[in-house]
């Protein structure tokens, strides 16, 4: 069976189409500057990429084009459209009620449209693309794979917030988590090389937007992003946690409505804040190299927030099995893991930083130090393979 698993932005739809035989993506690509001067990236497993600019007026021209594309008797892998068995969708945010996979129908559409009021950035695109998908394969099913569905297994006393309980109870603030699919898939992998199933771990998801999960035998138990993805450790722009009078202080000095406060807080801090330089890391760390004080400080504070949430996770769960890297910086930055590994041994974690440093990208390696406690792992995540394997396992 092939499944098509559709990410959609605001302005873009990304694809990929799976055969789950071999469980291989067979094609994917990128349709860019919806709405705009529309752009499709083509890519197909040992052929030359295909590039071409598009008529891309909305979200349902574009998953027309990639039907098209799929199917074209030089560019496409399949010969008709009805061989897709499936559609999955990644979609951030399934709120309180869609807590697992669903297929997605009319009502858990309607709550989808429902909860936009707290995922007002990843919301409204991925609805456009659920409904142009469904317009144009109306006779398939379409499957929500939800970030936030990992975290349904996390307890109350993790996921309340400590403010009047009504403002729960009235408007659902509370810590939903995300990166779950992400999260999910290099745990399990961690697991299966470890050969236990009550195994503890730490998962890192390291990029311009970061979140860490402690789970035990696969299920979360707690993690860094909150109700929004905000919390947590410092990101490329995103300030991560700090103290909420701060907030309220800095609107009152500047000056400042909500709408541009979140906006300081989402778009101008994090790395790019106390650098100046860059909301990338590698820019960051090379500014840092080159002596600019900043950026060291930039460095410094990421790497000790996210030890600092390592150790409160340790705590939480009375121990610890193995430590994950992943996403890109924490696939691919052996420095970053140095930098975040070292002065870990109390807690049982030593890496061989010969093996770091070198480690090639893009693959599964253990950097664990011989004799260490705990076992450290660099995985790349697959969170396009885990929706399409929801979505397979739902509709078989």
């Known amino acids: 069976m092939k499944i098509l698993v559709v990410n959609a932005g605001s302005s873009s739809l990304k694809y990929q189409l799976f055969d789950m035989d071999s469980g291989a993506a067979i094609a994917k690509g990128l349709c860019e500057r919806i709405g705009i001067d529309g752009a499709v990236t083509h890519k197909r497993l040992g052929k030359e990429d295909y590039k071409a600019k598009a008529d891309l007026k909305d979200h349902k021209a574009a998953i027309e084009l990639v039907l098209h594309l799929l199917c074209d008797p030089q560019l496409g892998v399949i010969s008709d459209a009805h061989e897709i068995g499936a559609v999955g969708h990644r979609v951030a945010h399934g709120g309180e009620r869609l807590r697992t996979s669903s297929v997605i129908g009319e009502e858990e559409l309607r709550y989808l449209e429902s909860i936009v009021e707290i995922n ?18 109306p006779n398939v099913k379409h499957v929500g794979v939800f970030d936030t569905s990992y975290y349904s297994t996390v307890e109350e006393r993790a996921y309340i917030y400590p403010i009047p309980y ?92 909500p709408d541009e406060m979140e906006k300081l807080l989402n778009s101008s801090s994090g790395l790019l804040g106390v650098s100046g330089v860059s909301s990338d890391c590698r820019d960051v760390l090379e500014a840092q190299d080159k002596g600019d004080k900043r950026s060291k400080l ?20 009375n121990g610890l099995d193995a430590l994950v890297f992943t996403a890109g910086i924490g696939e691919n930055d052996g420095i970053v893991r140095d930098l975040i590994c070292s002065d870990l041994s109390y807690l049982g974690i030593e890496i061989d930083n010969e093996i770091n440093l070198t480690c090639k990208r893009g693959t599964f390696t253990e950097i664990t130090k011989k004799g260490s406690r705990v076992r450290t792992f660099a995985i790349p995540t697959n969170e396009e393979y885990m929706i399409a394997l929801d979505t397979y396992s739902l509709i078989k």
């Open 298 to 317: 930039a460095m410094d504070i990421l790497v000790h927030y996210i030890k600092k949430i390592i150790g409160s996770y340790v705590a939480e769960m």
């Open 120 to 137: 007002p950035l990843h919301g409204p695109p991925a609805i456009s693309g659920i409904k142009a998908c469904q317009s144009v394969m």
């Open 166 to 257: 009504e403002l729960y109870e009235r408007y659902k603030i509370r810590r939903y988590g995300f990166h779950g699919t992400s999260h999910r898939f290099v745990c399990a992998k961690a697991m299966e090389a470890l050969g236990k199933k009550d195994a503890k771990v730490i998962t890192c998801h390291l990029g311009n937007g970061s979140s860490i999960t402690a789970s035990i035998g696969g299920k979360a138990v707690d993690t860094s992003m909150g109700f929004t993805p905000q919390e947590g450790v410092p990101m490329g722009t995103r300030s991560g946690s700090i103290d909420p009078t701060v907030v309220t202080y800095i609107m009152k000095k500047e000056g400042l409505s």
